[in-house]
C-alpha cells in the first residue's frame, strides 16, 4: 500500500486526537484582532474555511497564495487552509522593501495575496486578482461551506515555495515538496523529541522556512503554539513564564536578546532545565553557548540547513558522553553544525564545500531551471558552505566559500576570528571580513558592536593573539553602531563588503 505523504496529516490528526486541546494561543499585541485562543477543532475549522474561500475565488490546485505577515495564528492556519488543499503556499518576508515583495509576488504568480494590517500599503502596487487584508475575517473565510478537499493528493507536488533570504540582489524561490516538508519535520521532531506535552514559543518567523518545519511537527504531536510577534528579550523570558514554554527555535541574535534580558530579570530564569532552544544561521561563539548553559539554565541545540534543505541537515543535542565534561568543553562539543540527520548524507568535494542528499532536499528553483541544475550537480545539492567532518563524523562549518578571508597566502576562516573575538567580555557582536590590501592581498578586518565600553581596537587584537595564530588575527578593527541582518538574524556580510570593495571588478584580490 502507498499512501502520499502530505501536510494535512499534521492538522488531521491534532484535531482528530485532540480536538478540545488548546492548539494556539495568538499574538495578543498586533493591529488585527487577536484571535486569542483557538483549540485544535477551531483551528481546523479555521482552516477549512479558508479552502472553502479559496474555492470561492477559483484558485485551482496549484495556484499560489501569498501570505505576507508576522507571526500569527492567521498566518499559521494558512500552511493547512492553502497546502493541505493542494494550492501552494508562498509566505513572504514581511521585512524586505515594496519592489522586493512585488518581486516575489509577481514571480511566483500568486494569485491571491494575504496581507498584515502593518504592511497594507503594499498591496497598492501588486497586480493581482485577490488582496486581502488579514484580520478582516469576514473576507478570509467561508464558514458552513465544505471545501472540495484535494481529490488526487500527490506527496510530490509543490507545497510552499519560500524565497531565500535576500544576500543575493534576486531571491530564488525554493519549491518544497509535501514529501520534503513532511520528513522534515517529523525527522525534526524526532532529534529534538517534541511531545503533546510541549508548548511551542514562535521566536522564529514562520515565514522562514516554514519556521523549520516546527508547526507542522509541533500541531502534529497535539503540542500548544504560542505566537511571539516581535522579538523581545524581555518578553519572551515572561512568555516562557506565564505559558510554560518548552521549547523554541532562533538565530543567534534572538538568543543574544533573551541572554541581555536575563540580568534585569526579577527572581530565577523561567524554564530552567524545562527549556530546549534550538540555534541556526550561524555558528554561535562558544561563550554565547556557555551562557545559554550557565545563565539561563536552558538546554542549547544546534541545528545547520537551509530553505534549500527543508531546512534540517545536522543536528547537534548534547549527548550522554558529554554529561562529565565542563561546560566550556560541552559548549565547545555543541559549537560544531552537528551530526547528519536520520535519513541525511553529508560530504565535501575537493574544494571543501559542503554537499547533501536527503528527502528533505528542494524540488528546483521556481521557472530557474538553469540555477536549479547547478546547485543540484551529480545528485547532491551544493550548499555554497564551506566546512569538513572532524574525527567524530561531525560537521564543522568553516565558513561560506565566498566569505572565505586569503591574506598572505593563507586562508582565515572568519568563524573562527569571530569566535576569538566574541569570547573578550566587551565585544557584543563582531563581522569578520576581508577588504582588499596591496600587501596581504586581503587584510582581515573586524567590524565590532561593544557593550559600551572603552575597549581599542589594538587590545582586541591582543586578545586574539592568545588564542589564534598570528596571520589569522584582525590587522584591522572598526566600531560600528550595529550590524546588517536579515529578518532570520542572518548577517549580511555583502552589505559590510560593498563599502571596500565597490570599485573593484573582483571580489577577491
Given at each position: 500500500m502507498f499512501y502520499p505523504l502530505?501536510?494535512?496529516?499534521?492538522?488531521?490528526r491534532a484535531a482528530h486526537v485532540y480536538p478540545d486541546r488548546t492548539a494556539v494561543v495568538d499574538e495578543p499585541q498586533q493591529p488585527a484582532p487577536s484571535l486569542g485562543e483557538l483549540t485544535y477543532r477551531q483551528l481546523a475549522e479555521n482552516a477549512r474555511a479558508q479552502a472553502a474561500k479559496l474555492d470561492q475565488l477559483d484558485v485551482p490546485?496549484?495556484?499560489?497564495?501569498?501570505?505576507?505577515?508576522?507571526?500569527?495564528?492567521?498566518?499559521?492556519?494558512?500552511?493547512?487552509?492553502?497546502?493541505?488543499?493542494?494550492?501552494?503556499l508562498v509566505p513572504v518576508n514581511f521585512r524586505l522593501s515594496r519592489s522586493e515583495i512585488r518581486y516575489i509576488v509577481e514571480h511566483s504568480g500568486s494569485q491571491v495575496v494575504y496581507?498584515?494590517?502593518?504592511?497594507?500599503?503594499?498591496?497598492?502596487?501588486?497586480?493581482?486578482?485577490?488582496?486581502?487584508?488579514?484580520?478582516?475575517?469576514?473576507?478570509?473565510?467561508?464558514?458552513?461551506?465544505?471545501?472540495?478537499?484535494?481529490?488526487?493528493?500527490?506527496?510530490?507536488?509543490?507545497?510552499?515555495?519560500n524565497y531565500t533570504s535576500g544576500t543575493t540582489a534576486r531571491p530564488k524561490g525554493v519549491q518544497l515538496t509535501h514529501r520534503n516538508l513532511w520528513l522534515n519535520a517529523t525527522v525534526f521532531g524526532l532529534h529534538t523529541s517534541i511531545s503533546d506535552r510541549d508548548?511551542?514559543?514562535?521566536?522564529?518567523?514562520?515565514?522562514?522556512?516554514?519556521?523549520?518545519?516546527?508547526?507542522?511537527?509541533?500541531?502534529?504531536?497535539?503540542?500548544?503554539?504560542?505566537?511571539?510577534?516581535?522579538?523581545?528579550?524581555?518578553?519572551?523570558?515572561?512568555?516562557?513564564e506565564q505559558y510554560g514554554v518548552t521549547l523554541m527555535c532562533a538565530a543567534p541574535a534572538v538568543i543574544a536578546a533573551a541572554l541581555d534580558a536575563a540580568p534585569d530579570w526579577q527572581g530565577e530564569i523561567p524554564g530552567r532545565g524545562r527549556v530546549r532552544i534550538v540555534a541556526a544561521g550561524a555558528p554561535p561563539p562558544t561563550r554565547t553557548i556557555e551562557r545559554v548553559l550557565d545563565e539561563l539554565g536552558w538546554e542549547f541545540i544546534q541545528i545547520y540547513g537551509l530553505t534549500e534543505?527543508?531546512?534540517?541537515?545536522?543536528?547537534?543535542?548534547?549527548?550522554?558522553e558529554w554529561d562529565e565534561l565542563s561546560t566550556n568543553d560541552r559548549a565547545r562539543n555543541l559549537g560544531r553544525a552537528g551530526a547528519p540527520a536520520l535519513g541525511v548524507r553529508v560530504t565535501t568535494d575537493a574544494e571543501g564545500e559542503v554537499l547533501t542528499q536527503s528527502n528533505h532536499n528542494l524540488d528546483a528553483y521556481w521557472n530557474q531551471p538553469d540555477e536549479t541544475a547547478e546547485v543540484q550537480e551529480g545528485n547532491w545539492f551544493h550548499t555554497g558552505d564551506g566546512g569538513y567532518l572532524d574525527d567524530d563524523g561531525y560537521l564543522v562549518i568553516s565558513d561560506r566559500k565566498k566569505d572565505v578571508i586569503i591574506?598572505?597566502?593563507?586562508?582565515?576562516?572568519?568563524?573562527?576570528?569571530?569566535?576569538?573575538?566574541?569570547?573578550?567580555?566587551?565585544?557584543?557582536?563582531?563581522?569578520?571580513?576581508?577588504?582588499p590590501d596591496e600587501k596581504w592581498g586581503e587584510l582581515v578586518t573586524a567590524l565590532v558592536v561593544t557593550d559600551g565600553s572603552d575597549v581599542t581596537g589594538e587590545q582586541l587584537i591582543k586578545h586574539c593573539r592568545e588564542e589564534l595564530a598570528g596571520y589569522k588575527c584582525p590587522k584591522r578593527v572598526e566600531f560600528v553602531d550595529e550590524l546588517p541582518r536579515t529578518a532570520t538574524g542572518k548577517l549580511q556580510k555583502f552589505k559590510l563588503r560593498e563599502q571596500f570593495w565597490a570599485d573593484r571588478e573582483r571580489q577577491v584580490n
Open positions: 502530505v501536510v494535512g496529516d499534521f492538522l488531521d490546485v496549484g495556484g499560489r497564495v501569498a501570505v505576507i505577515s508576522q507571526n500569527s495564528a492567521r498566518l499559521l492556519t494558512s500552511f493547512w487552509g492553502v497546502s493541505a488543499y493542494g494550492r501552494v496581507c498584515d494590517p502593518e504592511q497594507v500599503k503594499v498591496l497598492d502596487g501588486l497586480d493581482v486578482a485577490h488582496k486581502f487584508v488579514l484580520g478582516d475575517d469576514d473576507e478570509l473565510y467561508l464558514r458552513d461551506t465544505q471545501p472540495r478537499g484535494w481529490a488526487e493528493p500527490d506527496e510530490g507536488a509543490t507545497a510552499t515555495i508548548v511551542y514559543l514562535h521566536t522564529l518567523p514562520m515565514f522562514h522556512a516554514n519556521g523549520w518545519g516546527m508547526p507542522y511537527g509541533v500541531t502534529g504531536v497535539g503540542g500548544q503554539h504560542i505566537v511571539l510577534r516581535k522579538v523581545d528579550g524581555t518578553e519572551i523570558l515572561r512568555r516562557v534543505t527543508s531546512p534540517l541537515v545536522t543536528i547537534n543535542r548534547q549527548r550522554a591574506s598572505g597566502g593563507e586562508n582565515v576562516s572568519s568563524i573562527e576570528v569571530e569566535d576569538a573575538l566574541m569570547s573578550h567580555d566587551a565585544v557584543k557582536e563582531v563581522a569578520v571580513i576581508g577588504v
